[in-house]
């Protein structure tokens, strides 16, 4: 079955010190995926998308299909990326399916 | 630009009463859908939209009903409230289900 899953409820680091958010997948076909964040009191938004394979605010995500991961990383972490970040799969289907969740708690 | 509009934005039901939640977006976006966030649980699809007049299932669509008469509009039509549908509801649209979702604020529903 077609399934995300973000082990970790909450992550809480202090200011400076690396992050990773994890996301596994299972999905048989090709996978495209995404992460979104919601900052407090704020709209859900796009954060990144493995195709662009861009960094965005710091972050980056490499999909890994032999281990079927999508990890969230960032070198040094700011107050600002507290958040609550949900990690998505797109499936053939076109239905955007989304992982528990994890929340970051950047402490100063 | 209103972006996605989503309405209400809290909502009180009695269980057995039916309720639409409207959502609205203004940027000429083909795909739209509807999810339901829960602690522990992150965003479920309900139902979605790949354009007018077409819609389908998502993870969790048993209670919901959904429509696409226009490109604009997609409401979510709740027939008998159940307490287990009290939840935060999104609406998110998009140009097409592989672009960037943009997400409406959220409609609290809370079913007595």
């Known amino acids: 079955a077609q399934r995300v899953t973000q082990p970790e409820k909450l992550l809480s680091v202090f200011k400076g010190a690396p992050v990773e958010l994890k996301c596994n997948y299972s999905y048989s076909g090709s996978p495209e995926l995404f992460w979104y964040v919601q900052y407090s009191r704020q709209r859900l938004q796009l954060l990144l998308r493995h195709i662009s394979r861009e960094s965005i605010k710091g972050f980056t995500a490499d999909l890994n299909k032999g281990e079927t991961s999508f990890h969230l990383k960032k070198p040094f972490a700011q107050e600002e990326d507290s958040a609550m970040y949900y990690c998505a799969l797109l499936l053939m289907s076109y239905k955007l399916i989304f992982g528990s969740g994890t929340r970051l708690l950047v402490r100063p | 630009n209103a972006g996605v509009t989503q309405t209400p934005k809290f909502q009180v039901l009695k269980t057995g009463q039916s309720m639409t939640l409207q959502c609205a977006q203004d940027m000429n976006h083909e795909y739209m859908s509807w999810y339901r966030q829960d602690p522990g649980m992150g965003l479920r699809l309900i139902h979605y939209?790949?354009?007018?007049?077409?819609?389908d299932q998502g993870e969790v669509p048993n209670g919901y009903n959904v429509s696409r008469s226009t490109t604009e509009d997609f409401p979510l039509r709740l027939l008998s409230a159940a307490p287990s549908q009290t939840s935060v509801y999104f609406c998110?649209?998009?140009?097409?289900?592989?672009?960037?979702?943009?997400f409406g604020d959220g409609t609290r529903l809370s079913i007595l």
């Open positions: 939209s790949v354009g007018a007049g077409i819609t």
């Open positions: 998110a649209s998009s140009f097409s289900s592989n672009q960037p979702q943009h």
